[in-house]
Structures are given as structure tokens and as C-alpha cells.
T-cell receptor
Framework: SQTIHQWPATLVQPVGSPLSLECTVEGTSNPNLYWYRQAAGRGLQLLFYSVGIGQISSEVPQNLSASRPQDRQFILSSKKLLLSDSGFYLC????????????FGEGSRLTVL | KQEVTQIPAALSVPEGENLVLNCSFTDSAIYNLQWFRQDPGKGLTSLLLIQSSQREQTSGRLNASLDKSSGRSTLYIAASQPGDSATYLCAVFNDYKLSFGAGTTVTVRA
């Protein structure tokens, strides 16, 4: 069966510090991968998605970037965090880009102080 | 741009009552619609997936309907239990991504 892992689960970082959140999927190959952010009191916002190694599509211009160095690994990064980057970050995977049932990880909660 | 709306934002019912959660979307050209459950501080658990060609899906006490032409879906939860307390999210898939509503937070009182 397929599983998705995210880490760290919780992170508290000062403004201006770098960020790296990691997501890995097991039990499948060539998954489509997604990063979503859930801010307090708001719906989920798609940040990035990837259909293959090195292929990243950005949905929202922001202080964040994503990379996919391996088939089942998706990394969310920032060089300098802003207060507005605080939120709950969710990674998801899917098999088919056109019909897209998505499966989500447990999330990473980021607090920027 | 796809807009997804969920009404009501919050719902409190006594145990045993049936739950009705509503979802509407603006662009009917969707591939599927998913209902998720989210417990506080946790990730999303997929409950039901309805393909665009389907009218409804059922799983245990859960039943979801889809009227694509009118841009509506309804999630029914029969005989609610305190363990059903959570936030329920509706999401539609088109244009390569899932677009989410803000969710309905359900409290089932024992």
C-alpha cells in the first residue's frame, strides 16, 4: 500500500531564517506531488505541484520554492521566512493528473516568530 | 477561477441526528469531487470520491451526491456519533488541481 510521510511535524522558526520541509511517498512510482498551505481560518491553497523529477509548477508567487530531486521526494523551501509564511503545510500525491484523487500527509505546522 | 463554497461553516447536532453538509462550485467542468475529513491539527482523510460521470457514492453511513450541471454536492452522514465531530472539506478537481472549500466544522453532542 502507499504511504506519504512529512517532516518535521512541527517547526518554530525566527523571521529571516531558512526553511526546508520534506515529503516522501512510498509504494508507488511517478506520483504527481502537491504542496498545499492551510492558514488559520482559511481554506487550503495550492502552492506547487510536480508531475516528475525537476518539473515544478507554481500556483502563487511568494517567498517559497519547491524542488523534486527524486521521483518520490518533494521539498518545500524558503531562503528567508516571513511572518505570513506561518501555517499548516500539507503534501499530497495522486496517480492521474487529469482525474486526480489525492491522498494527503499528516502535515507540518510552521510558526514564524 | 474555480470557487468552492461550503454551507454552513459550523454545525452542532445531538447524537443520532442525520447530518447534511452542502458544497457548491462555480465551474462545472470538473473531473471529480472529493469529500475529506480533517481532525484538529491533522492531515486530510479522504472519505468519498465522486467521478464527474457519477451521481452519488456511498460508504457505510456516508452518502455523497453530485449535480455537476448545477454545481452542487451534498454529503449525508446518517445517525451521527460523537466520533463524527471534525471539519469536513469539499474539493473539486479540474485544471490539474484540487480546489477546496473552507469546510464545515461539525460537533456531535453526546
Amino acid at each position: 500500500s502507499q504511504t506519504i510521510h512529512q517532516w518535521p511535524a512541527t517547526l518554530v522558526q525566527p523571521v529571516g531564517s531558512p526553511l526546508s520541509l520534506e515529503c516522501t511517498v512510498e509504494g508507488t512510482s511517478n506520483p504527481n506531488l502537491y504542496w498545499y498551505r492551510q492558514a488559520a481560518g482559511r481554506g487550503l491553497q495550492l502552492l506547487f505541484y510536480s508531475v516528475g523529477i525537476g518539473q515544478i509548477s507554481s500556483e502563487v508567487p511568494q517567498n517559497l520554492s519547491a524542488s523534486r530531486p527524486q521521483d518520490r521526494q518533494f521539498i518545500l523551501s524558503s531562503k528567508k521566512l516571513l511572518l505570513s509564511d506561518s501555517g499548516f503545510y500539507l503534501c499530497a500525491w495522486g496517480r492521474d493528473l487529469n482525474t486526480g484523487e489525492l491522498f494527503f500527509g499528516e502535515g507540518s505546522r510552521l510558526t514564524v516568530l | 477561477k474555480q470557487e468552492v463554497t461550503q454551507i454552513p461553516a459550523a454545525l452542532s447536532v445531538p447524537e443520532g441526528e442525520n447530518l447534511v453538509l452542502n458544497c457548491s462550485f462555480t465551474d462545472s467542468a470538473i473531473y471529480n469531487l472529493q469529500w475529506f475529513r480533517q481532525d484538529p491539527g491533522k492531515g486530510l482523510t479522504s472519505l468519498l470520491l465522486i467521478q464527474s460521470s457519477q451521481r452519488e457514492q456511498t460508504s457505510g453511513r456516508l452518502n455523497a451526491s453530485l449535480d455537476k450541471s448545477s454545481g452542487r454536492s451534498t454529503l449525508y452522514i446518517a445517525a451521527s456519533q460523537p466520533g463524527d465531530s471534525a471539519t469536513y472539506l469539499c474539493a473539486v478537481f479540474n485544471d490539474y488541481k484540487l480546489s477546496f472549500g473552507a469546510g464545515t466544522t461539525v460537533t456531535v453532542r453526546a
